[in-house]
């Protein structure tokens, strides 16, 4: 198993930054430390979409309303990965969740992932 807990959330002001945190832990991730890991979203009444991913090597893919102001990133020796959150926007107010997948990813769409934090609320005042 995986566990997967989330840090860094809170509230802030339109054009703020926030970094959130992922740690993962259990038996299965310390034997297989480097799954493809994502950030997703889902406020009030929308689907859960995907904000980032990063691959096992590093490579890296952002929802187009993240692009430019998101970076995700994972350090491999903490088993930890981020999410640095710049010009923030109201519209960026969600539960953020951490995910990783123990498998192939197609077209990071949710069922791919299935290992699964907890969230953590973003609040972007306006």
């Known amino acids: 198993q995986v566990q997967l807990v989330e840090s860094g959330g809170g509230l802030v002001q339109a054009g703020g930054s926030l970094r959130l945190s992922c740690a993962a832990s259990?038996?299965?991730?310390?034997?297989?430390?480097?799954?493809?890991m994502a950030w997703f979203r889902q406020a009030p009444g929308k689907e859960r979409e995907i904000v980032a991913h990063i691959s096992r090597n590093g490579n890296t893919y952002y929802n187009y309303s993240v692009k430019g102001r998101f970076t995700i990133s994972r350090d491999n020796n903490k088993n930890t990965v981020y999410l640095q959150m710049n010009s923030l926007k109201p519209e960026d107010t969600a539960i953020y969740y951490c995910a990783a997948s123990s498998g192939a990813i197609y077209d990071y769409s949710r069922r791919e992932y299935n290992y699964w934090g907890q969230g953590t609320q973003v609040t972007v005042s306006s």
């Open positions: 259990g038996r299965t991730f310390s034997t297989y430390p480097m799954y493809p």
